[in-house]
């Protein structure tokens, strides 16, 4: 998701519920033939200080994503998950189960989590732990974050927000217009003035985005909301 989360033990060289979205992300359908969720977990990283500021957490990485930003930096675990192999979930969660004594909290991360099949199913069995969990997500599928909140899947849901508007066809492969990222973001700044401590919002100053482009992002915060800006880390493909 991120470019300064850290990076999966897959060792990579680099380092979904709802029927509305099929129609603007086709292309990751097929890798959620079997409905397994869990089938998607590519990385485990059992120990993180920076991927919940303020938290050791343990940072569950699902394969796969919506978008096809060219600067991503997950890009194999985002578009081509099944290069790598799949863990063993029952595995993880026995590793989480062992160390929830110290563990603050777990992120669900990704690729794009709000993809997955049976995304709820996931939350609910790491809800069990009785740790936190912290959902990163493009903020392009903001029913399911509605529902994550609504169900109060998670704790925090960390809003990866690219840029203007009017550069989102450029930040994201054309996967998405920028009347559509509009739309799909506000719905989530909506509900961030709703649950304003469920949010954090993030921008990664990708080489395209300009310092005015930045402010023009935290412009479209809702009010008391602040962007925290990520260094860029160019790819390693
Ligand atoms: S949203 Fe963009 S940067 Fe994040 S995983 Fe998907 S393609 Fe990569």
């Not at 940072?59 to 799949?86: D, I, K, M």
Request: proline content about 8%.
């Amino acid at each position: 998701m991120s470019t300064e989360d850290s990076t999966p033990f897959y060792k990579s060289d680099h380092c979904s519920l709802f029927t509305d979205h099929c129609s603007l992300f086709t292309d990751h359908c097929s890798l959620f033939t079997d409905h397994d969720p869990w089938a998607m977990l590519r990385g485990y990283e059992p120990l993180s200080l920076c991927d919940w500021p303020g938290k050791v957490t343990a940072v569950l990485f699902f394969g796969g994503c919506n978008l096809r930003c060219p600067t991503c930096h997950n890009a194999r675990l985002a578009w081509e998950p099944q290069s790598l192999p799949p863990l063993d979930a029952g595995e993880v969660l026995k590793k989480i189960d062992q160390d929830k004594t110290w563990l603050d909290g777990l992120v669900i991360t990704g690729g794009e989590p709000t993809i997955l099949p049976e995304l709820e199913q996931v939350l609910n069995r790491l809800k069990s732990f009785n740790l936190p969990l912290k959902l990163d997500t493009n903020g392009l599928r903001p029913d399911v974050v509605k529902l994550v909140l609504e169900k109060d899947l998670a704790r925090v849901i960390a809003v990866d927000v690219k840029g203007p508007w009017d550069k989102y066809p450029q930040l994201t492969g054309n996967k998405v217009s920028s009347q559509k990222a509009q739309e799909c973001l506000e719905a989530i700044f909506d509900m961030a003035i709703k649950y304003p401590h469920c949010f954090m919002f993030r921008c990664t100053k990708v080489p395209d985005l300009t310092e005015d482009d930045l402010q023009i992002v935290r412009s479209y915060l809702p009010q008391g909301f602040s962007l925290k800006e990520q260094a860029y880390i160019e790819p390693n493909i």
